[in-house]
């Protein structure tokens, strides 16, 4: 038989013609509404590139120098391990799932309560991700109630790279943060010029909707931008929030945020690593919260993916894995394997915020362990059915059928051949017969993920950094204090 290429499941939510209206829509928000930039320099730099300054301080841009600057970020963002392997190759169809930051809260893995999140959380979600084969990358997850506010950036990024050799995804303050982190990350991988040939790093930073620019959030991005940091700059435009309620407004004035952002970053430093894409979620009209298990939230991103498709060909920024539900309930495994799956049918790249509980509230081990078992189970499931000679089994069916009694395919060779990558095996997901379950204990799913995070944590190895790197990244710590 000839190879036939299978077909991959995928998702599209919009056509060209869509695409091209939301984009000429945030081109106009731009030309016509404008911006408000509170960033001296960037400001400078905006007005030098062909940008209008009003006498309100607003500042209108015209629509070629989006245009230009989309034409000039890379297509591809690569990332590495810490020890400097390929990890994360953004671009096209590539997927990548990881945690999210800055939780409050935190469910305790012993007590099951929810309680304040503190600095050995960060240790512990770094070290489970670490060994988690489907989880790609680590943020903090935590917002730890133990560390001084003014240094809590520097001393989380720190602990995560203790405990982890997995690509992380950082959050600064301002530029002083930014610059410390990047001190210790140079200290990680032998030097600058050597994080900026194989970095492990990548910056979130947020502008505020409606289209506000503070001067500490570009302050990073312009610094991610001298530096070759790969960055993503989303913004909270979410639907009856920070953005209009309805989704394609929402979308419109998220990618005008966006372009802001591109349009600095690229005129800072032609073709440095920009992450695109805005968090287009929705505000709940009951509660007042932004939603992490809504449908809108998914929605949104498969269409930003299809613009990447269609006009912008950047990588995207995106989420996954998420709920509103306060515990891991039946609640949380529905809207987790939703976003989760939707993103990767959509071919969104970098899926953040995977054990989030409570709208970014609260964490959990968990929740995680969960969403690396679901991850698996929607990686079987893109990949498609592949069709050979070997998987048609014409040979095999033959023997069987006339093999006459006791001939079964559970014997054959074939099957003993094939069950391991033909069949999804999962290790949480539970499949025994009733009497089995209840003799092992009768444990829901709840249980099996507490137990196995346990498990991991006790049984997995981290990759140990050298004394005299943590002894000098101990001392970039000691100086932020």
């Not at 960033?39 to 209108?60: E, F, N, P, S, Y």
């Not at 952002?261 to 709940?284: M, R, Y």
Request: proline residues 5%.
């Amino acid at each position: 038989m000839k190879s036939i290429t299978p077909l991959a499941p995928r998702l599209k939510v919009l056509n060209r013609e869509q695409a091209e209206a939301i984009h000429n829509a945030a081109l106009t928000i731009l030309d016509r509404t404008g911006f408000r930039m509170e960033h001296a320099g960037a400001r400078d730099i905006l007005v030098k590139a062909g940008c209008k300054q009003g006498d309100d301080g607003w500042m209108t841009m015209p629509a070629e120098l989006p245009q230009k600057a989309l034409a000039s970020a890379p297509r591809t963002i690569e990332l590495f391990s810490q020890s400097g392997e390929p990890a994360m190759r953004l671009t096209g169809d590539n997927c990548y799932y990881g945690t999210g930051s800055d939780a409050i809260f935190t469910l305790d893995l012993t007590t099951g309560q929810r309680r304040p999140a503190m600095l050995d959380d960060v240790r512990t979600f770094a070290r489970l991700v670490d060994g988690l084969q489907h989880i790609d990358f680590v943020m903090s997850m935590a917002n730890p109630k133990d560390v001084d506010p003014e240094n809590i950036y520097v001393s989380v990024f720190s602990e995560i790279v203790k405990n982890t050799d997995k690509p992380v995804v950082f959050i600064a303050d301002r530029g002083e943060d930014i610059a410390k982190i990047h001190e210790i990350a140079s200290l990680v991988c032998g030097g600058r010029d050597k994080l900026k040939q194989k970095p492990f790093l990548l910056n979130y930073s947020e502008a505020i909707s409606p289209l506000r620019f503070p001067e500490n959030v570009v302050e990073r991005l312009i610094y991610c931008s001298q530096h070759g940091i790969p960055l993503c700059f989303p913004s909270g435009s979410n639907a009856g929030g920070g953005a209009p309620v309805t989704l394609a407004g929402a979308m419109a004035l998220g990618i005008a945020e966006n372009l802001v952002g591109l349009v600095i970053h690229q005129a800072v430093n032609p073709g440095a690593p920009f992450l695109f894409g805005p968090n287009v979620s929705a505000l709940d009209m009951k509660s007042t919260v932004v939603c992490y298990g809504c449908p809108e939230w998914s929605l949104t991103q498969a269409a930003l993916a299809d613009m990447r498709d269609e006009l912008y060909g950047l990588p995207i920024w995106a989420y996954a894995g998420a709920t509103d539900a306060k515990t891991v309930d039946a609640q949380a495994g529905a809207e987790a394997m939703f976003s989760i799956c939707t993103g990767l049918l959509s071919r969104a790249n970098l899926m953040h915020d995977v054990g989030f509980l409570e709208f970014g509230s609260t964490s959990s081990l968990e929740m995680i362990t969960m969403a690396n078992e679901l991850i698996a189970m929607c990686k079987f499931f893109v990949k498609g059915i592949p069709v050979t000679d070997e998987t048609l089994a014409l040979d095999v069916i033959d023997k069987v059928a006339k093999g006459g009694p006791g001939s079964i395919f559970l014997t054959s060779d074939h099957t003993f051949d094939h069950f391991m990558t033909s069949l999804f095996l999962p290790s949480l997901l539970d499949r025994s017969r009733f009497d089995s379950w209840k003799s092992a204990g009768t444990e829901d799913m709840y249980r099996r993920c507490n137990m196995e995070a346990k498990r991991v944590l006790k049984e997995h190895d981290v990759s140990p950094k050298p004394a005299e790197i943590i002894k000098e990244i101990d001392k970039v710590v000691a100086k932020s204090k």
